[in-house]
Nanobody
Protein backbone atom coordinates (compact mmCIF):
# COMPACT_ATOMS: atom_id res chain seq x y z
CA UNK A 1 0.00 0.00 0.00
CA UNK A 2 1.41 3.37 -1.06
CA UNK A 3 1.71 5.84 1.80
CA UNK A 4 3.02 9.39 2.01
CA UNK A 5 3.97 11.08 5.26
CA UNK A 6 4.68 14.80 5.40
CA UNK A 7 6.59 16.66 8.09
CA UNK A 8 8.27 20.00 8.64
CA UNK A 9 5.34 22.37 8.89
CA UNK A 10 5.05 24.95 11.62
CA UNK A 11 4.71 28.58 12.57
CA UNK A 12 7.12 31.07 11.03
CA UNK A 13 7.35 34.82 10.61
CA UNK A 14 7.10 36.45 7.20
CA UNK A 15 10.43 36.29 5.43
CA UNK A 16 11.38 33.07 7.15
CA UNK A 17 11.98 29.60 5.75
CA UNK A 18 10.70 26.08 6.24
CA UNK A 19 11.60 22.78 4.63
CA UNK A 20 8.88 20.22 4.20
CA UNK A 21 9.65 16.53 3.78
CA UNK A 22 7.53 13.72 2.42
CA UNK A 23 8.60 10.13 2.97
CA UNK A 24 7.06 7.61 0.61
CA UNK A 25 6.53 3.93 1.28
CA UNK A 26 4.97 1.04 -0.59
CA UNK A 27 6.19 2.18 -4.00
CA UNK A 28 7.41 -0.47 -6.41
CA UNK A 29 10.06 2.01 -7.54
CA UNK A 30 9.86 5.49 -6.08
CA UNK A 31 12.29 6.92 -8.60
CA UNK A 32 9.79 6.28 -11.39
CA UNK A 33 6.99 8.25 -9.76
CA UNK A 34 6.40 11.92 -10.34
CA UNK A 35 5.71 13.80 -7.10
CA UNK A 36 3.89 16.99 -6.26
CA UNK A 37 3.21 19.40 -3.44
CA UNK A 38 -0.24 20.96 -3.15
CA UNK A 39 -1.64 23.35 -0.60
CA UNK A 40 -5.06 24.33 0.64
CA UNK A 41 -5.64 27.57 2.45
CA UNK A 42 -8.71 28.09 4.65
CA UNK A 43 -11.77 28.64 2.49
CA UNK A 44 -9.89 28.05 -0.75
CA UNK A 45 -9.49 25.22 -3.20
CA UNK A 46 -6.48 22.97 -3.13
CA UNK A 47 -3.83 24.19 -5.56
CA UNK A 48 -0.71 22.72 -7.11
CA UNK A 49 2.41 24.35 -5.73
CA UNK A 50 5.24 22.36 -7.28
CA UNK A 51 5.79 19.20 -9.28
CA UNK A 52 8.88 17.16 -9.97
CA UNK A 53 9.16 14.47 -12.60
CA UNK A 54 11.35 11.41 -12.60
CA UNK A 55 14.34 13.32 -13.88
CA UNK A 56 14.15 12.29 -17.49
CA UNK A 57 11.69 14.94 -18.59
CA UNK A 58 11.18 18.65 -18.17
CA UNK A 59 12.40 20.55 -15.13
CA UNK A 60 10.26 21.10 -12.05
CA UNK A 61 6.99 23.05 -12.30
CA UNK A 62 6.14 25.85 -9.89
CA UNK A 63 3.01 27.86 -9.41
CA UNK A 64 3.56 31.48 -10.32
CA UNK A 65 2.94 32.56 -6.74
CA UNK A 66 5.90 30.56 -5.39
CA UNK A 67 8.36 30.58 -8.30
CA UNK A 68 11.74 31.87 -7.17
CA UNK A 69 10.95 31.26 -3.48
CA UNK A 70 10.17 27.53 -3.29
CA UNK A 71 12.30 24.63 -4.49
CA UNK A 72 11.12 21.06 -4.93
CA UNK A 73 13.68 18.27 -4.86
CA UNK A 74 13.85 14.53 -4.33
CA UNK A 75 16.21 11.97 -2.87
CA UNK A 76 15.32 8.66 -4.45
CA UNK A 77 17.70 6.77 -2.17
CA UNK A 78 15.60 7.96 0.78
CA UNK A 79 12.21 7.75 -0.96
CA UNK A 80 11.74 11.37 -0.01
CA UNK A 81 10.60 14.54 -1.73
CA UNK A 82 11.25 17.99 -0.25
CA UNK A 83 9.85 21.46 -0.53
CA UNK A 84 12.21 24.22 0.53
CA UNK A 85 10.21 27.37 1.17
CA UNK A 86 12.04 30.67 1.48
CA UNK A 87 10.84 34.24 1.90
CA UNK A 88 7.54 33.00 3.22
CA UNK A 89 4.53 35.30 3.09
CA UNK A 90 1.28 35.27 5.09
CA UNK A 91 -0.52 34.17 1.92
CA UNK A 92 1.55 30.96 1.98
CA UNK A 93 -0.41 29.90 5.07
CA UNK A 94 -2.08 26.58 4.24
CA UNK A 95 -2.05 22.87 4.78
CA UNK A 96 0.57 21.41 2.46
CA UNK A 97 0.04 17.99 0.93
CA UNK A 98 2.44 15.64 -0.75
CA UNK A 99 0.98 13.67 -3.65
CA UNK A 100 1.91 10.97 -6.09
CA UNK A 101 -0.27 9.89 -9.03
CA UNK A 102 -1.95 7.33 -6.76
CA UNK A 103 -1.78 8.68 -3.21
CA UNK A 104 -2.03 11.70 -0.97
CA UNK A 105 -0.44 12.43 2.35
CA UNK A 106 -2.32 13.69 5.38
CA UNK A 107 -0.88 17.17 5.14
CA UNK A 108 1.32 19.40 7.28
CA UNK A 109 0.23 22.83 8.42
CA UNK A 110 2.21 25.97 7.63
CA UNK A 111 1.32 29.27 9.26
CA UNK A 112 3.13 32.46 8.32
CA UNK A 113 2.64 35.49 10.55
CA UNK A 114 3.16 39.07 9.49
Amino acid sequence: QVQLAESGGGLVQAGGSLKLSCVASGFALFSRSSMSWYRQAPGKQRELVAHIDTGNGDGPYYATSVRGRFTISRDNAKNTVYLQMNDLKPEDTAVYYCASPHAWGQGTSVTVTS
